[in-house]
């Protein structure tokens, strides 16, 4: 997979997505990526690509809104997910909603001008080449057209294990560009500047960007419970304005090609 992500070196990610996605953490990020696509996407129908799409949350989120998606995956055990979820879904939402199997490298020829929204959530982390895997992105999007990416923070890497009172491992991360994630292998995190040089060079232009789990990232496994409105509500705020954002767990920037 020349210029894409590996799968994690053929771990089954399905499994540790699903479980992560049932936690305060994983329902938090789901619901702040979900926010910002509301407040930048057109509310006309448009076409989407989804980079990496999971077991379709997100892609369901957007079909329901009236948008049409392509999700895009390599793995087998979250295309099963996906078509899973999407199949509790009514006839009009499915309809909207395709599965591909690939990679991010095949993503230019998937619509003939280009997409109006490119997705991509929770997957640079993982890609060999970051410089390809943003070029094939930016190469998706039609002129005008947005880019949704949510990718680790470098920025904020320490702030979990020097919460969780790891303070060893806070010392032995302020001084690297990878760690270990939710699913168990190994991520890189990369710096907010270095993406945005990466696709200004594609052609894409950050139009703004949010921290994603700026409270709440040391909370472990923790479930979603009452309140969640009120966490969501302050994950929000936090993570539209500095200096909060600079330290969240994730970033989610959304630009648009000129």
């Known amino acids: 997979m020349s210029n894409s992500w590996t799968s994690a070196s053929g771990a089954d990610l399905s499994a540790g997505y699903a479980r992560h996605a049932g936690t305060l953490r994983g329902a938090l990020r789901h619901a702040l990526v979900a926010r910002a696509l509301r407040t930048h996407l057109p509310s006309d129908s448009q076409q989407v690509l989804d980079i990496g799409g999971g077991d379709g949350h997100q892609a369901v989120l957007l079909a329901r809104a009236g948008h049409r998606v392509t999700l895009l995956d390599p793995d087998q055990g979250m295309h099963k997910r996906a078509a899973d979820r999407i199949s509790g879904e009514s006839e009009q939402v499915r309809d909207r909603i395709t599965l591909v199997e690939g990679t991010a490298d095949q993503a230019g020829h998937l619509a003939e001008n280009g997409f109006d929204l490119v997705c991509c959530h929770g997957v640079l982390m993982y890609a060999e080449n970051p410089h390809a895997f943003l070029n094939d992105l930016a190469s998706a999007v039609r002129p005008g057209g947005l880019v949704s990416l949510l990718t680790k923070n470098a920025d904020g890497l320490a702030m979990r294990p020097a919460l969780e009172g790891r303070w060893a491992d806070a010392v032995a991360v302020l001084g690297a560009g990878s760690v270990e994630g939710n699913l168990g292998v190994s991520s890189r995190a990369d710096a907010l500047s270095a993406v945005e040089a990466i696709l200004g060079e594609a052609g894409v232009t950050t139009c703004q960007w949010y921290g994603v789990r700026v409270f709440t990232d040391h909370l472990g496994d923790a479930p979603v ?29 959304i630009g648009q090609k000129r």
């Not at 309140?227 to 970033?251: H, K």
């Open 225 to 253: 419970g009452e309140g969640f409105d009120y966490v969501l509500e302050a994950e929000w705020q936090a993570g539209c304005r500095d200096p909060y954002r600079q330290i969240a767990r994730l970033f989610h920037l």
